[in-house]
């Protein structure tokens, strides 16, 4: 690792850059072929990610994170259908040539049991393993020790108590970086945790061209275009897109399961709707995962890991809208600053930077 820095120094030195993107950039303005290098590093990333739409702030945060500051763990954190998972990968093609032994991507969603999770990874990165006395735990710590990787550890929140073996890899494999993907964090002193929250929209009443630009306008027209392909926003039915944004809070799968009634309803049909009831979230789209099939499936998992106190101390949280004060939270809750602390670990309450 030391020496890898050194290297990037020198060049840094020789190319008059600082940081990592104007070093790029010169690097291919004199001829270097980045695609050369990438082609060659192994991987198990798909070649495209069709539909992904937006999240370049996102992306830019992240990459400075896995690139530039030091962290072996970033756990990327939000609710489900926030887009995650697509997240992950997009960063993991953005970063590829800074893992030189590879990125791979491990779905932990078919595990019952973290006992299994090293296991995935050996298969997922190619090891063998051998009969000796080792562990295999143990033997995946010495096979990624001088490796410099990037695993993508996806959905964790099932298996937070093998987060032991995140523990383990990041302590003995100093160039091993975990992107982790979870609904609740990982409560690891080594972690970095990157809180995802709904896609920009814009919050005015009049039409303008800069809102419609917002990653949730973008996807909004985009998933409306496949049920409907002659559907553009305008200043008619701008008023009930930006409703429907604000209804979902920019939920990435929320707008894209309300866009889905457009081969039924109207926008204005679809914000009434939306008013009345999230039940009227769901799809019977077969290329969605069942877990993804209605905002009831993405929401019932995660009440289902609550404790008996905190499903009472979320649901008094419904009370309020837009927000509240920590002291109006405690107030109508009764709920301990333990208690508020855990739901914003699981990612279902949000401390806004006004500390609201």
Partial sequence: MTTVKWYIRQLHSKLGTSNRKALITAARE?????????????????????????????????????????????????????GKTQLALAIAHQVLSEFPDGVFFVDLT???????????????????????????????????????MLLILD???????????VTNLTEHCPTLTLLVTSRERLRLSRETVFALHGMTYGKGNDHKESDIKNDAFVLLEATARRVRPDFELNEINYPSAESICQLTD???????????WLELLSLAEI???????TEFLTSNLSDLPDRHSSMRAVFEPTWNRLTPEEQTVFARMSVFRGGCTREAAQKVTEA?????????????????????
């Fill in 336 to 356: 301990s600053l333990h208690t508020l602390q855990t739901l914003v670990q699981k990612a279902l309450i949000i401390r806004s930077s006004e500390g609201r």
């Fill in 30 to 82: 004199i001829g270097f072929d980045e695609n050369a290098d990438i082609a060659r590093i192994p991987n198990n990333l798909p070649h495209s990610l069709s539909g992904f739409i937006g999240r370049a702030v996102e992306i830019e945060q992240l990459e400075i994170l896995l690139t530039e500051g030091g962290r072996q763990i970033v756990t990327v954190l939000a609710p489900g259908g926030m």
């Fill in 250 to 260: 920019g939920m990435p799968l929320a707008i894209i399961l309300a866009m889905n």
């Fill in 271 to 277: 914000v009434t709707e939306l008013q009345t009831s």
């Fill in 155 to 165: 959905n964790f929140e099932h298996l937070l108590d093998g987060a032991a073996l």
């Fill in 110 to 148: 078919p595990l019952q049991s973290s006992d299994n999770i090293a296991s995935l990874i050996a298969d997922v990165t190619g090891y063998q393993s051998h009969q000796d006395t080792r562990s295999l735990q143990q033997q995946l710590v010495d096979y990624l020790s001088d490796k410099s």
